[in-house]
């Protein structure tokens, strides 16, 4: 897998010396052409698709953060090193999110001051959006980061500066609103195919702008100065995503060529020649309905969907011993097949190679299979990974509003604003089947919405909200939210810093860690599973940033640097 990374790395550090060299020789040779019929500018169609498609990089999975993210939100697990929250100063994914993200923002600003130039204001606002986005993930992922001297180098500033966090966040409320007046100018050109996200309407990228805007009020709703006013204002504007048909997320395709257009999750399981991502059984047995603490006894209909067992049920693993009945698996349950690895086990089958034995991200996270209970080894060629990259959907928009009723900030029911959440995360999980499986084209996968099943789940779900005290109730609603979002973990990583649901693993806990129990002489033993680094509040800044920038600070220690909203 290393190897495999490194591979991919250095292709990409190929690309980009390519891509410097070419952008180099441009600017040599726009020194002196002045022909106007052969321009010296990218237009502004091209930039805008670029853009786009970087941005979709960011705390993906493949090569960037999303593998690290997954094993910290415990929606996945690992061997490697972010296992009990590992991940190191040099980490190969986070620092490809720091680089292609201050890439991306330069080539953002190159497409702002094009585009106002030309007065083709609609452009100017889409990219500000996108500029929004990526700086606070920036704040939200590192604190503390390059911002008002960042990308300025023709200005001569190599050092940026690392503003303050919070101050960086006003910035972002107010370039908003600023982006806002330039989509509702409806001046200049009007992208279409080349606006990856919203084809050109105007409409729908005003209420993502909103949306966002809301998500940012939510994250720093207990801070000491959280902005009320502003706050009242977005809501008594009440222009927010109506329907999935709003959802922010980038469209993946089954094209290998010239680029493998592909879902990153998918390419990093199904296409992967050493397989490394490993589904959580803690995220398994809440599914199931096996957590004593959390939906217990209410199996979640989404599982099938979820997860690929290549098991059947039954079925013993690769490694075992079947005269003995010994399944040699650090976590399998006989009952569906379902086979991976525990949170910071150091149990004696956890480093072996089950190829033909692990459980895959099913369908809905990245366009893989559908869990039809038939088993079968996977591989890329076995499903079509055309699933979208969900960033910011219209059922994660009805959770946080669900969550600032609870919390007392909006007006409302929050159990039926919950449910409203909960009917349209099902209708999001048929609509990706439905373009996933135009590949896949497995037969006899079921309609969930209007199942009795999912009506079933749901009740009970509300019933057990509706039963608990105010912390049981946020824990619910953010417990939901992080099964809906699963495949995207970077809202899920700031989630659960800033409210501490859901509750995740924890080796050292003093009680039964997994309730799992095949009822054979082999039981899960709670001993194997250690932790011994504190739960990361905030992520290394690349230390190849701070060792050539003599205005970064000295490095920080994630277990105790926090991001400002965290209280």
């Not at 009952?335 to 690895?341: A, D, E, K, Y």
């Not at 039981?523 to 990361?536: G, I, M, Q, R």
Request: glycine content about 6%.
């Amino acid at each position: 897998m290393k190897l495999l990374i490194k591979s991919k790395q250095n292709t990409s550090k190929i690309v980009v010396l390519l891509s410097s060299i070419l952008f180099l020789s441009c600017n040599d040779y726009m020194d002196v052409n002045t022909d106007k019929d052969n321009p010296t500018t990218a237009p502004l169609s091209f930039l805008l698709t670029g853009t786009q498609v970087d941005l979709n990089n960011n705390t993906n999975f493949l090569d960037n953060s999303g593998s690290v993210l997954q094993v910290y939100t415990h929606q996945m697990t690992a061997r490697e090193e972010q296992d009990q929250y590992g991940a190191k100063v040099n980490n190969v994914g986070l620092q490809n999110d720091w680089q292609n993200l201050y890439l991306t923002l330069t080539n953002i600003e190159t497409l702002i001051a094009q585009a106002q130039e030309s007065e083709d204001l609609i452009y100017v606002g889409i990219a500000q959006m996108q500029k929004v986005y990526l700086m606070s993930v920036a704040v939200d992922l590192w604190g503390d980061v390059p911002y008002s001297e960042a990308n300025k180098l023709k200005n001569g500033i190599i050092a940026p500066k690392f503003d303050n966090q919070k101050e960086i966040y006003n910035s972002l409320f107010e370039l908003i609103e600023t982006a806002k007046t330039n989509l509702k100018s409806e001046l200049g050109a009007k992208p279409k195919a080349d606006d990856l996200f919203y084809g050109g309407d105007t409409e729908k990228w005003i209420r993502f702008a909103n949306t966002f805007k809301l998500k940012l009020y939510n994250q720093t709703r207990l801070t000491a100065d959280f902005d009320q006013e502003g706050f009242d204002a977005l809501i008594a504007e009440n222009n927010f995503f109506k329907s999935i048909d709003d959802d922010f997320e980038f469209k993946h395709t089954k094209n290998i060529s010239p680029t493998d257009e592909r879902n990153k999750l998918f390419l990093e399981s199904y296409n992967s020649t050493q397989f490394g991502t490993y589904m959580s059984p803690w995220f398994y047995e809440i599914l199931m309905g096996m957590n004593p603490n959390i939906h217990n006894d209410n199996p979640d209909p989404r599982i099938k969907y979820y997860f690929y067992n290549q098991l059947e049920a039954g079925e013993y693993p690769e490694l075992a011993d079947t005269d003995t009945g010994d399944p040699k698996a650090d976590y399998w349950d006989a009952t569906t097949g379902f086979f991976s690895i525990r949170f910071g086990s150091q149990g004696p089958w956890r480093d072996f190679s089950t190829e033909n034995s692990n459980t895959y991200p099913g369908i809905f996270p990245c366009g893989g299979r559908y869990d039809d209970g038939e088993g079968e080894t996977m591989d890329a060629t076995k499903a079509g990974g055309v699933a979208p990259h969900r960033i910011l959907t219209y059922d994660e928009f009805l959770y946080i509003q669900s969550e600032l009723i609870q919390e007392g900030k909006l007006t409302g029911n929050a159990a039926a604003k919950l449910q409203e959440a909960m009917e349209a995360s099902f209708a999001k999980v048929d609509q990706v089947v439905v373009v996933a499986n135009s590949e896949t084209k497995q037969t006899g996968i079921p309609v969930l919405v209007g199942s009795n099943e999912v009506e079933t789940f749901i009740n009970k779900i509300i019933t057990e909200f509706n039963g608990g005290n105010d912390d049981k109730k946020l824990e619910i609603i953010m417990t939901q939210k992080w099964v809906a979002t699963f495949g995207d973990p970077m809202d899920q990583y700031t989630d659960y810093r800033r409210t501490g649901f859901p509750i995740f693993a924890n080796p050292n806990s003093t009680t039964p860690e997994y309730q799992l129990d095949n009822g054979d002489e082999y039981p899960l033993v709670d001993s194997e599973t250690v932790l011994n680094t504190a739960y990361p509040l905030s992520l290394f800044w690349p230390q190849s940033e701070l060792n050539v920038n003599k205005n970064a600070p000295a490095q920080k220690i994630p277990g105790t640097y926090k991001i400002f909203w965290d209280n």
